[in-house]
């Protein structure tokens, strides 16, 4: 997080206290750096430039309203999997010219609506998908574009819990399913196949899987070729990695930007790439606040106002999510701390540290690294409201969504 920083001990986000922030907002908040999201997909825009693509931003990772307007006044355009996040993304004022839509479950429903929208692309992932396309796109006498997404069978080597690319995971179809779809329906009137799309999981840190990747997909248009069957595009999907920690590795988008410019220059493709957590994760916070301290003899549990609904992802995947304090003592913690929410569930624990800075009730913390999966995983278990979300501006900060009201929920 470039503009996360220590001043005479105080935590600031770019210019802005993030404690005088916390004293006009009910923790837990999410906050968020927008100067960061625009130095993070300036980046990625520049690092790919060679292939000029479409960069569709992962709704999913982060499907705040004013995240995705600043998205879209970068040039972003949408990879989106419901109703709800291709509404959103038009409500943003992404042009459906670029929207992608993904996922192996859309509904008759879902898909009229995105026909009739006229987005750049439905990436089909079964044929079942495509005959509903067939069936909507007669009844509309239109021609309706599609990518086909292809199941490469490769191990992304990330948690097995976020990957998507093996033959044994429900995403994508097979290699050979794909050849005798492109046999079926290459003459077809109501669709186009343009596009192949993949896309293989999620925090991948090494470049081998992208490169195994490629070289499927790359024999696979040679096929193609063969039969004289054309495609436009190829949507490589997202799924870069970034480091939740110091030690971490950091993923070389540069190699990749280079390894997908040599591949293009045999295939001539409009690139799309389809990245959630590379541009969104970095840029955001969740500050909690120390509810209470309880001591035990070999560790102090610290129990914090966030609990697993407003941040899943160490429940659920055992993600590491460093913890910072938000005014730094010398004083050191006499025992092992574990941070922990307060929901009843045991897994409703963040992390551990040997050792840490003394810590008090009423103490403020963050989360580092949640922008990507955070508030967009969060939910109301325990019937506690959705976190509110806001941007630092200046010295001080806006509200992009409000915290949901207890009386909402218990309605
Ligand atoms: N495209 C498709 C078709 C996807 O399914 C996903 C993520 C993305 C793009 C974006 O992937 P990214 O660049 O963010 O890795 N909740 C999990 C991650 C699940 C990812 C699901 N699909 C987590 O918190 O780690």
Do not use: W
């Not at 999981?201 to 096929?223: A, M, R, Y």
């Amino acid at each position: 997080m470039n503009f996360l920083k220590y001043r005479d001990n105080l935590l600031y986000l770019e210019n802005a206290s993030i404690e005088k922030i916390a004293k006009k907002n009910v923790t837990p908040f999410y906050l968020y750096s927008f100067k960061q999201l625009e130095k993070n997909f300036t980046y990625f825009k520049h690092t790919f430039a060679s292939t000029n693509p479409t960069i569709c931003f992962a709704v999913k990772s982060n499907p705040n309203l004013t995240f995705l307007k600043k998205l879209r006044n970068l040039g972003s355009g949408a990879d989106v999997v419901s109703m709800g996040e291709l509404q959103l993304a038009l409500k943003a004022g992404i042009h459906p010219s670029k929207i992608v839509f993904s996922g192996v479950g859309k509904t008759n429903e879902e898909l009229t609506f995105a026909i009739t929208k006229k987005i750049l692309l439905i990436n089909t992932e079964s044929e079942n998908e495509i005959d509903e396309i067939i069936k909507i796109a007669k009844n509309k006498k239109v021609k309706v574009a599609i990518g086909i997404r292809i199941n490469p069978d490769i191990a992304a080597k990330t948690n097995k819990k976020i990957s998507t690319g093996k033959k044994s995971d429900k995403f994508g179809i097979s290699i050979n399913h794909c050849e005798a779809i492109f046999n079926k329906y290459k003459l077809n009137k109501f669709i186009s196949i343009q596009a192949i799309s993949v896309h293989i999981g999620s925090q991948i840190k090494n470049i081998n899987p992208f490169e195994k990747t490629l070289k499927v997909v790359d024999l696979f248009l040679k096929k193609l070729k063969q039969k004289n069957i054309k495609i436009n595009y190829l949507d490589i999907g997202g799924g870069m990695g970034i480091p939740y920690s110091k030690s971490e590795t950091i993923f070389n988008l540069t190699k990749y930007g280079k390894l997908v410019e040599k591949f293009n220059s045999h295939h001539h493709l409009k690139i799309i790439f389809e990245p959630g957590r590379y541009i969104s994760a970095n840029t955001g916070l969740l500050v909690a606040r120390v509810v209470y301290i309880k001591k035990t003899k070999s560790i102090n549990f610290v129990i914090l106002d966030a609990g697993m609904n407003d941040l899943m992802r160490p429940a659920l995947y055992d993600a590491k999510h460093e913890v910072i304090p938000v005014r730094k003592n010398n004083k050191k913690s006499s025992n092992l701390i574990e941070f922990v929410g307060p929901i009843c569930e045991s897994t409703d624990r963040f992390i551990t540290y040997k050792k840490y800075q003394h810590l008090k009730q009423g103490d403020l913390v963050c989360f580092t690294n949640v922008g990507a999966y955070g508030r967009s995983l969060s939910s109301t278990y325990n019937i506690r409201p959705l976190a509110g979300e806001l941007a630092v501006q200046n010295t001080s900060y806006k509200i992009i969504r409000p915290r949901q009201k207890l009386k909402d929920l218990i309605k």
